[in-house]
């Protein structure tokens, strides 16, 4: 299961690679110019050694000048080469973290409503900020570790090969115990990064809860409650990001030890074997710069372990989004051309996943295009769940529904989206003026006429000019600036500037007081006029001109008639 994990993981990433080979391969080439005085010093430090001894040499002065302006050309070039191997791996990190951002936040937007709902946005948050910031510095681990362990141990290799073969034994004495520390540490590594991320996002999860209830935590006095909360996430992170330092710092110092004692070693056997005339004092000198070069590479590599064990899981973070199986599939679906509003529910049948009670039952429905159709019921009646059904977001288990006809498994709802308008119980807005948010999602060329005509229509007009900026004026997140009501009354505006075909409100006026109710219901009446409305209303008032009301209990349609046939019938309470 694990070598099928990691395959999975070596698949994705260089998935993330596709189309950057050649750059890549360019990097490796300006890497190996750039990096070549340091390459090139050990050989070229012999080599001079070996002149300083060479008394008989007649030339051996102008060899000396001959390396010297080699070693400072190769010096020299380091800087605009080093610039220009900076900027090209820059742009392969960048490229792979803005790919992974785009891709997450286009399957984000693809991935059904009850993912999101199980789902914590916290934990999301730091799936598309921290854990691509890992992953995008993984090519920086390659090009600089394994790059320049790959190079000199080549060079290495090759010339210790030409001077003296058997030196090469020494060489390879380390491999044997870089093996045994990576397999000795890598479990333990990769069990620590992976509970050190699990901490950073279930904290991530409960600062952004902390920031979410802040209000209501004030209200009711529980600010210890929450800080008490938050102070056990922040410290198990303590706690673990302690312990992953804790077992890295074991490994690179058995890596620096170990591979510090085979070093010794090796000087030892060097110096033994010049004593007996086997080697120069340049080889003793040109073999301890090969080794040591070599040693400080292998232990600098085995210290990406913990590195990439960090990048390992955040892979797997950003995987359980990108490979969620939870999605709302419409791509080569039939699109909706035009909307008529015509509804039929044919035995709907749907329980949410995880629950062992259904939502609905044998729902069975015909709504006409222009009727308006109120439901009313007891709490966990099936109310917000037909209106899910309505607008797509949740399928039936069993059952069928038609759009005009046609059956929503078949058809691409994001088209039919595009003429529906919604107000839910709860306001949404974003950052922007006033005329952005009512205007959101409606083409560039909307007049501010159109805006200010849905204003009205909503009886927002009159807050709205008395503001500073008027229309332009500034909202905070969520609209901060403005009451439940006019929140609610700038939403019901948002949903009259699309024009919409099919009206969803599920409690839109249940913000408003009475007063404010009573203005804007003239305006909602007229605004569900020729349009098919589904409403879910918490007070009577509010559908007592509705074509028709839908009375549920437990998922199961239990009455349905007009106002005055229920009233008559005495199924609901007098909608005075």
């Excluded at 501010?448 to 000019?465: G, P, S």
Aim: contains cysteine; hydrophobic residues 45%; neutral net charge.
């Amino acid at each position: 299961m694990n070598s099928n994990r990691q395959t999975g993981l070596v698949q994705s990433y260089l998935t993330l690679l596709k189309g950057k080979w050649g750059q890549l391969w360019g990097i490796f080439i300006v890497y190996l110019i750039k990096h070549s005085p340091a390459l090139a010093l050990p050989i070229v430090t012999a080599v001079m050694i070996d002149l300083a001894v060479q008394t008989q040499d007649p030339r051996r002065f102008s060899k000396l000048l001959f390396y010297f302006a080699l070693m400072m050309v190769l010096v020299l070039q380091n800087i605009p080469t080093h610039i220009l191997y900076a900027r090209m791996l820059s742009n392969v990190m960048r490229g792979i973290s803005q790919q992974l951002r785009q891709d997450l936040c286009r399957q984000l937007q693809r991935l059904s409503l009850l993912y999101h709902h199980r789902s914590n946005i916290g934990k999301l948050h730091s799936k598309v900020i921290r854990d691509i910031e890992i992953i995008e510095q993984t090519p920086r681990i390659f090009s600089e570790q394994i790059f320049s362990f790959v190079c000199p141990l080549a060079i290495a290799v090759g010339v210790i090969a030409i001077r003296k073969p058997q030196a090469l034994w020494f060489f390879l004495i380390g491999v044997p115990i870089v093996v045994l520390l990576r397999n000795q540490f890598v479990e333990p590594v990769n069990r620590s990064a992976q509970n050190y991320r699990q901490s950073i996002e279930s904290m991530t999860s409960s600062l952004n809860d902390m920031l979410n209830m802040i209000p209501i935590t004030r209200a009711h006095g529980l600010e210890d409650f929450h800080v008490h909360e938050v102070d056990s996430k922040i410290t198990d992170v303590f706690k673990r990001g302690k312990n992953f330092d804790t077992i890295s710092a074991i490994f690179g110092s058995s890596a620096w030890v170990a591979m510090t004692a085979v070093h010794v070693i090796f000087i030892a056997g060097s110096v033994y074997a010049s004593m007996k005339g086997l080697i120069s004092v340049g080889d003793i000198v040109l073999f301890n710069s090969m080794f040591l070069v070599l040693t400080g590479q292998v232990i600098m590599i085995l210290n990406t372990l913990p590195q990439l064990s960090q990048a390992r899981e955040s892979i797997v973070s950003v995987q359980e989004v990108l490979n969620s199986p939870d999605l709302e599939e419409n791509s080569g679906k039939k699109p909706f051309e035009t909307i008529e509003g015509r509804f039929d529910f044919l035995g709907v049948h749907y329980r949410y996943p995880d629950t062992a009670q259904h939502a609905l039952v044998d729902f069975s429905l015909e709504v006409l295009p222009g009727q308006s159709i109120a439901f009313i019921g007891p709490s966990g009646s099936g109310k917000s769940t037909v209106l899910s059904m309505v607008l797509g977001f949740i399928r039936p288990n069993t059952g069928t529904i038609r759009i005009d006809g046609m059956d929503v498994m078949e058809m691409d709802l994001r088209t039919y989206r595009k003429h529906v308008g919604v107000v839910t119980q709860d306001s949404i807005f974003f950052s922007g003026t006033v005329f952005d948010n009512v205007a959101y999602g409606q083409d560039d060329d909307i007049q501010e006429q159109d805006i200010l005509d849905a204003l009205k229509a909503a009886d927002a007009y009159d807050f709205v000019q008395a503001l500073p900026n008027g229309l332009y004026t500034h909202m905070g997140a969520d609209g901060l600036k403005f009451s439940g009501g006019q929140m609610q009354r700038l939403a019901i505006a948002r949903a009259i500037v699309r024009n919409p075909k099919v009206l969803i409100l599920d409690e839109a006026t249940s913000s408003l007081d009475t007063e404010s109710e009573k203005k804007i219901q003239t305006a909602m009446d007229r605004l569900m006029k020729n349009r098919t409305s589904f409403i879910v209303a918490h007070r009577i008032s509010t559908i007592q001109n509705v074509d028709r009301i839908v009375i549920l209990d437990q998922g199961r349609i239990v009455a349905q008639g007009t106002p005055a046939q229920l009233l008559k019938n005495n199924k609901i309470p007098s909608l005075g």
